[in-house]
């Protein structure tokens, strides 16, 4: 039996929590952007495929990357901080207008993207540079007093001033498509803009948090030692030189792609290492752990990519580059980071619901096991659509082919619906018998 807690030590208790509002309202967004854009690949397929700088493809990737990638990695964020990085973040009304403005603000882009009204592309794009920057600097100060090593707190700085970059860019971008004033190649602006999000922000900081959450969810020993430091600082640097040569349209960006992935190499063999150090896993959790095992694929889309993506800046200007380019940002975009959301969120949401269960009882009734909270049958069939979405999304999209296209969508929206099942079964089974509802 659980020993009663006073008024102050259940005040107490419960002020060390997460968040209980911002990881389900930044999730649910992500969750309604993801499915709308395999909505639009379903209803208007000819809009995507074809060259990729067009309005209906610029609002679905703005759908992805905005949306579900950085909503997901804003929402898992605020349950992170607190339970993984031990890091002070009380949410409060500053936190729930962030959300607002960087919800408004993506809907805006999106919106506008679809339309074509430039001028509206640019206040949206404002919108979103403060609702992301509010959280951004909010888990900045937090960062200071966590007790983790130095070397993993800067991946996550790194990843936040990256962010920041790329959304001042998005911004300026915005502005320019209404009042014209950025010099150089409009493509060459856009890929510098895309790549510093893409791999400077979301990659960077699945870097970040896969040097702690991984440990905990394979489980492994914890990697350290210098070496960490150092492929932060060389996938930075080529991050950041590639931003600046993509916009100048310098042939340096030969060298910076090389350093980018040099830096994911050494973060692969820390991955790696702690494969190769395991721990002894919970009881409950149930093998093979599929969780686990979609992020392991997401990482194995990461390589593709990266590779792709070596090969892509290495080479002269060919034919077939066009269709490449769709599978590196298939590869990049859905094969890794949509997946190791998928992969990391099915671990997460079950610890978050049931935190909220036991918060529920006064912290006097434990639910059950976290790992006992998901379908075993969900799980499986999200690991099978997923599996067999993405690398159809990417094959339609090199070949332009409409039914496929249809076909990836329609399995990577069934995935995005029963993703959402699942969600309401772990917040179904996480609230102990006998006490109503989560708080």
């Known amino acids: 039996m659980i020993p009663s807690l006073s008024s102050d030590e259940l005040a107490a208790k419960r002020a060390r929590l997460p968040s209980r509002l911002l990881p389900p309202l930044y999730w649910g967004f992500a969750h309604l952007c993801l499915a709308l854009a395999f909505v639009v690949m379903l209803a208007d397929p000819r809009g995507v495929v074809g060259f990729y700088y067009h309005p209906v493809m610029v609002a679905v990737v703005h759908l992805i990357t905005l949306g579900w990638i950085t909503g997901s990695i804003l929402g898992a964020l605020y349950l992170v901080a607190p339970m993984a990085l031990r890091a002070p973040l009380a949410a409060g009304r500053a936190d729930v207008w ?27 794009a404002l919108m ?4 992301l920057a509010i959280p951004a600097v909010r888990f900045w100060r937090a960062l200071a007093s966590a007790p983790i090593p130095g070397e993993v707190k800067l991946h996550f700085r790194l990843a936040f001033v990256n962010l920041l970059g790329a959304a001042v860019m998005g911004l300026l971008l915005g502005i320019h498509k209404a009042w014209p004033f950025l010099p150089g190649y409009v493509l060459g602006n856009v890929w510098a803009h ?47 030189g ?28 820390h991955v790696l290492w702690m494969r190769r150090h395991p721990r002894p896993a919970p009881k409950a959790l149930l ?13 194995a889309w990461m390589l593709v990519g990266a590779v792709l993506g070596l090969v892509l800046a290495l080479t002269p200007p060919a034919t077939w580059k066009l269709p490449a380019s769709m599978v590196y940002g298939v590869a990049f975009l859905v094969g890794f980071l949509s997946q190791v959301v998928v992969g990391v969120g099915s671990r997460l949401f079950p610890l978050y619901a049931w935190l909220q269960g036991f918060s529920g009882t006064d912290f006097q009734q434990p639910p059950p096991s976290p790992h006992a909270l998901p379908s075993r049958r969900v799980q499986v069939a999200l690991f099978g659509l997923w599996t067999a979405g993405v690398p159809l999304l990417a094959l339609a999209l090199a070949t332009d082919s409409v039914a496929w296209l249809q076909a990836a969508a329609a399995l990577l929206l069934a995935a995005v619906a029963l993703g959402a099942v699942q969600h309401a079964t772990v917040l179904a089974r996480a609230v102990p018998s006998g006490t109503g509802s989560l708080p």
């Open 128 to 131: 979103v540079v403060v609702g």
């Open 287 to 299: 093998r093979p752990d599929l969780g686990v095992a979609q992020a392991m694929l997401a990482l």
């Open 194 to 240: 895309a790549h510093l999000a893409t791999l400077g922000w979301a990659t960077m900081m699945v870097m970040a948090a896969g040097y702690r959450l991984l440990p905990m969810f394979l489980p492994s020993a914890m990697p350290q030692g210098p070496w960490i430091r150092i492929g932060g600082l060389v996938f930075e640097a080529g991050v950041i």
């Open 242 to 269: 590639l931003f600046v040569t993509l916009l100048l349209g310098s042939p340096w960006r030969s060298l910076f792609a090389i350093l980018a992935v040099s830096g994911l190499g050494i973060f692969l063999s």
């Open 98 to 124: 962030g959300f607002a403005v960087y919800a408004v603000g993506v809907a805006g882009m999106v919106s506008h993207f679809w339309i074509e009204e430039a001028s509206g592309m640019a206040w949206s």
